[in-house]
């Protein structure tokens, strides 16, 4: 039984080790102690550590492990390792020890070693923080003012994707890149970048200096406009060329979607835990034309206008779906029925019928007009990321973390057609209007394309310079 023991122990550390003899060895932050007068706070001295350092990885859409340190709720909910602090005891609790680089997984990760550890002054202050009993933020959250910078080169994950109009290109957001492919051959046309620098003053070649977290191509296909923190940006997708910046936003910009007539953007998103965050921009002008003020209570992850251009859907982290008037941004009406995060929504072409796709892994169907719901949908076995209507069909597209994409009937409820293949967590997925174009891409940082008349693979698309996988 001991030699088991022992056995499950060097399996254990078995990652830090291989690292250790193929890359040389991670070395612990070093221990050092702290005296203060006065008590730790969560608030001024913990939340800005994970504001520098962690919630590039650890934050909004993107919690590697399940962990998500945007809050204090979640960091003591903890992650898909159980809890992260034990309160008064730090030299048990995980956080303190991954990010000590004394257990694994190490923080940051080792192959992410251009990114800095916790220095030896702030993990003494967390430790302190944790053996006085990990307390909670006193008084009302100010938000510490983050710090951009460019996303650590593990993080690949494709979070935008977009098909233009007449089904000829394929934008896709990969890091805080953006690369547009020519959708019948699957060829690298063109990157978007920007002259960007970091604080620091390094140079950027990039679309964002942040993580590119929504597409959207206008109806007339000449602009490509792409989300990230607290920016938008309007491209020329034909010469690469970037139009307009759009800036001022809250926090991370995660949904976007075109009027029918291509007068107006709709943007989508908000700090995790704070008031949502829902403006319409004016496309000719950049300007912001409608803003939704106490739309949502957190979060909001999807935006659709009506198909006459006179309402705009949203749905959020407060798992509530909600109509508004444009362009007075007056509030008409809710719906309420999922049971967790709601991450995607759309209107049918009749402007009868509203589809919305959740955490709960359901879709629901509403009837506008009654403001009822009218079926759920059941199927997917993990939370659907993404959902958008095809055209003018009965039919919406949906992705999942279950790593598949799926077309569903909203008339009947029944599934209509199923495209395996990926082998990570879906964050997106894009649709040409006629169906037959079908992109979908997620942690595994590359693009899968699919007839979408008849679920067939058609290739798989990598960044430029790396292979893709061949199915």
């Not at 919690?63 to 030299?91: C, F, N, Q, W």
Request: aromatic content about 8%; charged content about 25%; some cysteine.
């Amino acid at each position: 039984m001991r030699s088991l023991f022992m056995l499950l122990g060097l399996l254990a550390l078995l990652p830090a080790l291989v690292w250790s003899q193929e890359k040389g060895k991670v070395e612990p932050v070093k221990v050092v102690e702290i005296k203060r007068d006065t008590p730790v706070l969560y608030d001024k001295d913990i939340e800005p550590i994970f504001v520098k350092k962690c919630l590039v990885c650890h934050s909004g859409q993107i919690k590697e492990g399940k962990l998500d340190l945007d809050s204090y709720e979640g960091l003591m909910k903890g992650g898909k390792r159980g809890k992260s602090v034990i309160p008064g005891k730090s030299a048990d609790s995980l956080l303190y020890k991954t990010c000590g680089r004394t257990g694994a997984p190490f923080m940051p990760p080792p192959k992410e070693m251009n990114q800095q550890p916790l220095s030896p002054e702030e993990l003494a202050v967390m430790k302190l923080w944790i053996d006085e009993g990990a307390k909670a933020p006193t008084g009302v959250r100010v938000r510490p003012k983050p710090v951009v910078s460019i996303p650590p080169p593990g993080i690949k994950s494709v979070r935008g994707l977009a098909v233009s109009p007449d089904k000829t290109l394929v934008a896709a957001g990969r890091g805080n890149e953006i690369h547009i492919y020519d959708a019948a051959s699957g060829k690298h046309i063109r990157s978007l970048v920007d002259k960007l620098e970091t604080p620091d003053k390094k140079p950027v070649e990039a679309a964002h200096l942040s993580i590119v977290e929504a597409l959207a191509f206008s109806p007339d296909g000449k602009l490509l406009a792409s989300g990230s923190f607290q920016e938008v940006k309007f491209w020329d997708p034909q010469t690469g060329a970037m139009k307009e910046k759009v800036t001022g936003f809250a926090d991370h910009v995660v949904a976007l979607d075109f009027s029918a007539d291509g007068k107006y953007l709709a943007t989508g998103g908000g700090a995790p835990s704070e008031d949502g965050e829902l403006k319409v921009l004016d496309v000719a002008t950049g300007k912001v034309a409608v803003d939704v003020k106490n739309g949502h209570s957190d979060t909001v992850y999807g935006v659709s206008f009506s198909p006459d251009g006179t309402k705009l859907a949203s749905c959020g982290a407060d798992k509530f779906v909600k109509v508004f008037e444009v362009p007075s941004g007056k509030f008409i009406k809710s719906f309420e029925g999922h049971t967790h995060h709601v991450l995607g929504v759309g209107w049918k072409a009749d402007g009868k019928l509203l589809a919305s796709g959740s955490a709960d892994k359901s879709i629901k169907v509403w009837d506008y007009e009654k403001g009822e719901q009218v079926r759920t949908i059941q199927g997917h076995q993990n939370e659907i990321t993404r959902l958008f209507f095809i055209g003018k069909t009965s039919q919406v597209v949906t992705c999942s973390g279950d790593q598949t994409v799926r077309f569903w009937n909203v008339d009947n409820g029944g599934a209509v057609r199923n495209f395996p293949g990926s082998t990570e967590y879906l964050f997106a997925v894009a649709v040409s209007p006629d169906g037959t174009v079908v992109a979908a891409g997620g942690g595994e940082g590359v693009v899968r394309l699919y007839n979408g008349a008849n679920g067939q693979f058609i290739k798989a698309l990598a960044p430029p310079g790396e292979e893709a996988p061949k199915k």
